[in-house]
Structure formats: structure tokens, C-alpha cells
Nanobody, 123 residues
Framework: VQLQAFGGGLVQAGGSLRLSCAASPGSFSSVGMGWFRQAPGKEREFVAGINYNGANTDYSNSAKGRFTISRDNAKNTLYLQMNSLKVEDTAIYYC?????????????????WGQGTQVTVSS
């Protein structure tokens, strides 16, 4: 499986963006997926995770209530809807796949990564 994230851009604080992650045909529908982000000078951090069929999701404290992760297994696509964006959400956002059916929050449990898409939130 290969992953390609897109949908990032420049948005004002309070605005919304929807990120997408397209997966090549393969085992996408059988594995948990996640979104991570990395701001300049900071470590990559977990944002949201989802299990193989979309029934279970989890979010970082900063994402809860504002971001929604979802997936469409028929289209091999993962999404991250981001609302009420803040300046501190500025980062490169990465989608990633695990080897597990369930969702994972630890970066070390993800073995396949997309190339990242830049999200910049201006004040």
C-alpha cells in the first residue's frame, strides 16, 4: 500500500480544511489508519486514529471536538475534517497505516507513511 496525502493549504484561524489520504489498492480496508502532524522544531505527534472499518476512532486532546477522522474503504481513502482551526494547528500533516486491525495512537505502531501535506493557519 502506498499513501498520498493532499488537501492542505493556507486558512485563517477559525476556518476549516479537509485532508484526504489516497491509498493504492491493497490492504487499506484491513488496517488501522491515523493522522499525525509535525510542526517546525517539534516531534511528530498523533492527531487522530481509526480502526479498519471506521467503527472506532480516537483523538489527541488538541483535536477532540474540532477534528473528525473518517474513511471510505470503497474508495481507499482516509479523511481528516478540521474545523475551528487555530494558529497552533500549523504543521505538516501525515497519514499513516498500521499493521493492525485496530486503531493505534503510538507513532511506533505505524509502518507506512504518506509524504505529508502542509497546513498553515494564519491569525
Amino acid at each position: 500500500v502506498q499513501l498520498q496525502a493532499f488537501g492542505g493549504g493556507l486558512v485563517q484561524a477559525g476556518g476549516s480544511l479537509r485532508l484526504s489520504c489516497a491509498a493504492s489498492p491493497g490492504s487499506f480496508s484491513s488496517v488501522g489508519m491515523g493522522w499525525f502532524r509535525q510542526a517546525p522544531g517539534k516531534e511528530r505527534e498523533f492527531v487522530a486514529g481509526i480502526n479498519y472499518n471506521g467503527a472506532n476512532t480516537d483523538y489527541s486532546n488538541s483535536a477532540k471536538g474540532r477534528f473528525t477522522i473518517s474513511r471510505d474503504n470503497a474508495k481507499n481513502t482516509l479523511y481528516l475534517q478540521m474545523n475551528s482551526l487555530k494558529v497552533e494547528d500549523t504543521a505538516i500533516y501525515y497519514c499513516a497505516a498500521t499493521l493492525y486491525y485496530g486503531l493505534r495512537t503510538d507513532l511506533k505502531d505505524y509502518d507506512l507513511w504518506g509524504q505529508g501535506t502542509q497546513v498553515t493557519v494564519s491569525s
